[in-house]
């Protein structure tokens, strides 16, 4: 299977399945899919981390990622490089603009919902 997908439903599937794991008490590994920006070059996905330890911890959980974004979209062609930079800051979202404009970044139709109801960020 290979299907070609956008950025915008990588990075749907990438948070969908962070969430999943949270869900399911994995709230370290979700951590680790949400700590830095995965950078997609055609079908190859690079992760970077601050160290070596992070990076041990996620590689543990690539096999089980990459059955769900290979199978949520439909290219068994994705395949993940993780590195270590120890030079790296992870990215926070802290307030909940912060957190919104991550969100609209994803799915932007998101922007479109909250105009549409009139809904303010509290």
Do not use: C
């Amino acid at each position: 299977m290979r299907e070609s997908f956008t950025e915008t439903d990588f990075r749907i599937y990438w948070s969908k399945y962070a969430q999943k794991l949270g869900d399911s008490g994995q709230k370290i590994a979700e951590s680790l899919l949400l700590m830095n920006e995965p950078r997609l070059e055609g079908t190859q996905v690079f992760v970077t981390f601050p160290n070596e330890g992070s990076k041990l911890d996620f590689e543990k959980e690539i096999p089980a990622l990459l059955g769900y974004l290979r199978g949520h979209l439909k290219n068994h062609d994705i395949d993940i490089e993780v590195a270590v930079n120890e030079n790296a800051k992870p990215k926070r979202y802290i307030t909940p603009q912060d957190k919104y404009n991550r969100l609209v970044e994803i799915n932007p139709l998101l922007d479109k919902l909250r105009r549409t109801f009139d809904l303010e960020l509290d």
